[in-house]
């Protein structure tokens, strides 16, 4: 096809006219992403500088906090400490949102939901793991400290880390494969007499004030609290709009209730106040709670409940209720010493908010089913009655029934109404009394748009004639259909390998136990082989020495445990591999490095905590390594492990010395 020509005069200016609308939209379009980055930049430069300003802050207020010892002024800088706290947990958030965010003009969700209540995450300073630790692998395992530099810069390398870990899943790997590699080093270094000598030092996430411990374990439930903190952000941060969105927030606030929960039944003697028990049990409700909300608005989701459902409306009527009383029961929780000492004030408000505004929505589903639900069947009354009265199925009614008359189920539904109004306006004036929550329009708008639709629904209800005033509506009865439960952190999920595995099994090669290298010693073979018997995988052990033989000879002896053959290192050797070398030898011999288990490997004393966990155990399985047996508790507990580890007995298998 042959294209038409065209004349130099219109048709050029009009396509030289495209050419520069395009030109200029396209620099335009340029201009605003320049722009926009550029914002972006800025606000994150504005940010870093904010947060540097900050931790000047806490550092002076810190060392004030420790220097003095008058009670009034280390009120007044612990009050100082929690705002600081909190202005740096804010600000890292909107750090994270702004890193995180591809197109910041973009909003997660098109739903307006309820804000719920995220926990900050505890801050801690760097740790110098490498004095300590070089000094046990000289001194107590007699190895050479140098060469094993690059594992302890991979420890040090994966705490800090784990100090700023992502607001996301890879975040929560990062912190579960910490806390397995604590677990680790506690059974390989930490025994009750000794610690590591490291000092641990944590910020508290609900006060801000530095706490520090030396034992480990107050390591490791710190970043076991950042576990459960992690999932509150998480589950915060879903888009609830959808039904996918509720049931990630669901499952989130379930894992973060099984973290606070494991940590309270477990560590002891916390030395920071949002690890203290009280803490730690309001902490389990409130996710419980909001996780309860999720479920109420899930249902929501799932099929759109139409007004004449009488049923569906008073199930509905019935999860809200047993939204509130959950909130009813974190409020009298917060409101408690010592938590209400330390608990942020907006956290409590809210709480009452929700519990206020989700009875009232419990009223006013009760009133949807009342006035605008069909007539139900007879068989359906005592379940009507059962939620309205508050009865149980299988009791008379007492006091008056369930009525069916269209007027009074019109009263009755009115007296509802109007508790969900007075509830309504009451959770507005909570809102408005406290000043962190007047800033979080999206609840205004929710509280609103809900006491909006309450007096709509009111004004069709009442009628001019009617001068009775209404009975006293009762409560409905709480119900939910799913209870969330605490589902504790699935440490197994995260496989790692022990960092300092080069030193040995740990079974036999920790801090706990103490031995003494023999050899290297030569072996010849004789006439009925080497003179002893094997048993057992990495390291392999010498079960039985003929007496009179060339291994008597040499001075092997019975339990001493095999760990260089020929130069060797066979420490981590299975039974078949220390076999088939020897069988592999000739008549010059073998030369065995062996190692002798002392006796009173752990003498008496105070000091760390044991680390038996179940996820200690199976992380170590898992990873093919033995556990080793349960350590004593100390008397004096300063922050440790209550449950004991439970170790199966591993099958064992005897093999003599190869015959020539």
Excluded at 52 to 65: D, K, P, S, V
Excluded at 80 to 101: A, C, F, H, I, T
Excluded at 193 to 216: C, E, I, K, M, N
Excluded at 317 to 325: I, N, R, S, T
Aim: net charge neutral; hydrophobic share 40%.
């Amino acid at each position: 096809m042959v294209p038409e020509g065209r004349p130099d005069g219109a048709g050029a200016g009009e396509e030289s006219a495209r050419l520069q609308a395009a030109g200029s939209v396209r620099k335009g379009c340029d201009l605003l992403a320049n722009s926009q980055h550029g914002c972006l930049q800025s606000r994150r430069a504005q940010i870093h500088q904010q947060i540097n300003r900050e931790l000047r802050m806490r550092t002076g207020a810190e060392n004030l906090y420790r220097a003095t010892s008058n009670a009034r002024v280390r009120e007044t800088v612990a009050l100082e400490l929690s705002y600081v706290n909190s202005s740096l947990q804010l600000l890292k958030e909107e750090l994270e949102g702004l890193d995180g965010n591809v197109d910041a003009d973009q909003p997660q969700s098109e739903g307006i939901t309820v804000p719920m209540i995220p926990l900050g995450l505890k801050e801690t300073k760097q740790l110098d793991w490498a004095t300590p630790l070089k000094e046990l692998i000289s001194g107590h395992f007699g190895e050479d400290s140098a060469s094993y530099e690059a594992e302890i810069r991979e420890l040090e390398d994966l705490r800090q880390a784990a100090r700023t870990p992502s607001r996301s899943e890879a975040g929560l790997e990062l912190l579960t494969a910490y806390y397995n590699q604590l677990c680790f080093q506690e059974a390989r270094f930490v025994t009750p007499a000794r610690s590591l000598g490291l000092l641990f030092h944590w910020y508290d996430s609900l006060t801000g004030v530095p706490a520090q411990q030396r034992a480990l374990a107050f390591e490791k439930g710190s970043v076991l609290f950042n576990i459960g903190a992690l999932h509150t952000q998480i589950g915060a941060r879903q888009d609830r709009s959808c039904p996918e969105g509720t049931s990630c927030a669901v499952e989130a606030f379930q894992r973060a209730a099984g973290a606070f929960s494991l940590l309270r039944e477990n560590f002891s003697h916390a030395p920071s106040p949002d690890m203290s028990p009280a803490s730690l049990c309001m902490l389990e409700q409130l996710m419980t709670a909001q996780a309860q909300e999720c479920v109420f608005e899930g249902l929501l989701l799932q099929a759109p409940v139409a007004p004449r459902d009488c049923l569906a409306q008073l199930h509905l009527a019935q999860e809200a209720a047993q939204v509130a009383a959950e909130y009813r029961l974190v409020h009298q929780t917060m409101a408690q010493p010592p938590v209400q000492d330390y608990v942020p004030f907006p956290w409590t408000t809210l709480v009452h908010v929700k519990a206020e505004y989700f009875r009232a929505l419990a009223h006013y589903h009760a009133a949807l089913a009342l006035c605008d639900g069909a007539p139900v069947a007879e068989a359906e009354l005592p379940a009507l009655e059962q939620i309205f009265l508050g009865l149980p199925a299988s009791s008379e009614p007492r006091g008056p029934a369930l009525p069916q008359e269209q007027e009074d189920r019109r009263k009755l539904g009115k007296a509802h109404l109007k508790r969900a109004i007075l509830g309504q306006e009451e959770a507005l004036r909570l809102h408005a009394v406290c000043r962190a929550l007047r800033r979080v329009d999206l609840l205004q708008v929710v509280l609103a748009q809900a006491l909006r639709r309450s007096l709509a629904k009111y004004s069709e209800l009442d009628l001019e004639d009617d001068f009775c005033e209404a009975a006293e509506a009762p409560d409905v009865r709480p119900k939910t259909q799913r209870r969330p439960e605490g589902r504790a952190p699935s440490f197994s999920r995260v496989k790692v390998a022990d960092i300092f595995h080069r030193l040995g099994p740990l079974s036999v090669f920790s801090a706990r136990n103490r031995w003494r290298l023999a050899g290297p010693i030569h072996v010849a073979r004789g006439e009925g082989g080497f003179g002893f018997t094997l048993r057992g995988d990495a390291p392999v052990l010498i079960a039985a020495v003929v007496p009179g033989g060339r291994a008597a000879a040499a001075g092997l002896k019975e339990g001493d445990y095999i760990v260089s053959v020929n130069g060797q290192p066979c420490r981590w050797w299975k039974h078949a591999d220390v076999v088939a070398q020897l069988k592999g030898v000739g008549d010059e011999g073998v030369s065995l490095q062996v190692l002798t288990l002392l006796p009173g490997a752990e003498p008496p004393g105070s000091g760390d905590r044991r680390p038996a966990l179940g996820a200690l155990l199976r992380s170590q399985k898992e990873c093919g390594w033995e556990t080793p047996g349960p350590a004593q508790a100390s008397p004096r507990p300063l922050l440790g492990w209550n449950r004991k580890a439970k170790r199966g007995k591993a099958g064992r298998r005897l093999s003599p010395a190869p015959h020539p």
